[in-house]
């Protein structure tokens, strides 16, 4: 057995864990906003190129331990780039950096060559020490990933003094409705929209009156962030209620990210019947993947990804852009609008498949990056961008009211289909999350929020918040009995999310 371990550690195979190295340790450093699939394809490609350069300089050196030495070598130079291109623009004001990196790495990459066919030099005992130290770089980064994407117990959700469990029970002869549950990133109140952005959505939201939708005009976001929000609406609780890891100074959010997939919401319809479905958002925290029906653009034949473009970002390809070879952001924006053009081009085919069912969707726009026009027409995301990849206000009030426009054209014909489809009257929330960024005070809380509740608009009311969407939903269809919670508003900042201060919503001020 020693032996044959011992013969494995001789092998020169070091070229593949130190290629795997790049994509999984740029995975393992981001895993908290991407599923782990998101760095599949990358590491495929890369062990398929760096097989073919293997192949390559094996032919070139005929000694299997040169080329591995060299296609190491090769692959070190060209995923450090980036990382080293950042890190001098950052320290440095270097004229010209551009032609000195390149032509230092070229330099590099050539002694590299040169130096793997030295005769002189002997590369088959660096074979073991070479393989074992990539192989512990690899092992920890895997090992981190799989740390944070096997599902922890859950510890969040309903604690009894606050939102017990209650059975759901449809009434004798009736059917139960379908329920979708629509996130709107960023979506803004109306006031705020047409005082801040310019945009007057009235008649948006009076043909939602006409649809049958209640328009909540003095509701609030009970949180300032998208991933916080969330879990205290599908959780029906304010989050200081439901787990002590979302207390002043803890920053952890594995807790918080997986009571979204694994909510009390999800767990009683469930329970009662129902099937859940969602669709892909580009964020791992919001993309229920365990879902009975999980809508997602094909992995390996789609757009380049997020992730994609961020690791190329650390090679010398990354000139491509400044070249106009490519566009990174036009890339990762197509991989937006791919996503978002799933979820309308879904309607028709939700509303007719057999029920009941729960459907949860987040849709990123109007939120960053900005891929539409107002008629829909793509845009290319990098001109909203400053040179330090930052969003100008005025750049930005024009990206988010281009795709506001476009969006609420969208959610209308994918609403009516919705409701001319679906074979029993289904509910419906529309909510935003938080409100359009640069905002101050109360204004970060003023948020689009709309019900459809079929036979029962007359229990809303204008300030509702989304704390107690599904609270009123379970007691009016289900026979629950939850007593509705005030409807508050509190700030945290980041990093520490869970430091709450109260904000007051100016309609409920005496």
Known sequence: MKKHITKIFKASWYPFTI???????????????????????????????????????????????????????????????GHAYDLISEKLEVPHLTAWMLGAWLVLSALALVWAGRRKTRFKKAAVGLNIASL??????????????????????PVDDYAPLQELVVPEGQTPPDIYYIIVDSYGRSDLLLRDID??????????????????????????????SMASSLNMDYLQNLDDDYQSGSTTRRTLWDSISHSTVRANLESAGYKTMAFASGF????????????????????????????????????????????????????????????????DDLARMPGP????????????????????????????????????????????????????????????????ESSTPPVIILQGDHAPWLQTGTDRFLILNAYYLPGHIDLLYPAISPVNSFRLVFNTYFGTDYDLLPDSSYYSPVPNIYEFDEVSNPCLTP
């Open 19 to 81: 290629a795997a190295y790049p994509p999984l340790a740029l995975l393992a450093f981001n895993i908290s906003e991407v599923d782990y699939t998101a760095g599949l394809r990358s590491l495929v490609i890369t062990l398929m190129a760096v097989t073919t350069l293997l192949l390559i300089l094996r032919q070139v050196y005929r000694d299997w331990h040169r080329a591995a030495f060299a296609t190491a070598a090769l692959t070190g130079l060209f995923y450090t780039y």
């Open 136 to 157: 512990g770089l690899v092992l920890y980064t895997a090992g981190s990933i799989v740390l944070w994407s096997v599902p922890a117990p859950s510890t969040s959700g």
């Open 199 to 228: 945009y007057d959505n009235s008649a948006f939201l009076q043909r939602l009156e006409v649809l049958g939708f209640y328009v909540a005009d003095c509701t609030q976001s009970n949180y300032n962030r998208t991933d916080v």
């Open 284 to 347: 791992a925290w919001s993309e229920i993947k365990d879902a009975d029906v999980y809508f997602a653009p094909s992995l390996l034949w789609s757009q380049m990804t997020g992730f994609e473009t961020l690791l190329l970002r650390t090679t010398p390809a990354r000139h491509f852009e400044g070249l106009g070879w490519i566009n990174l952001d036009r890339i990762d924006g197509e991989r937006y609008r791919e996503r978002t053009g799933l979820v309308f081009n879904s309607m």
């Open 357 to 420: 069912k729960f459907v949860f969707i987040h849709i990123i726009p109007p939120h960053p990056p900005f891929i539409y026009g107002p008629d829909g027409t793509p845009t290319d995301p990098a001109p909203f961008l400053d040179e330090n990849r930052r969003y100008p206000a005025a750049s930005y009030t024009l990206g988010y009211l281009n795709q506001a426009v476009y969006i609420s054209g969208q959610l209308e014909t994918a609403l009516s289909t919705l409701l001319s």
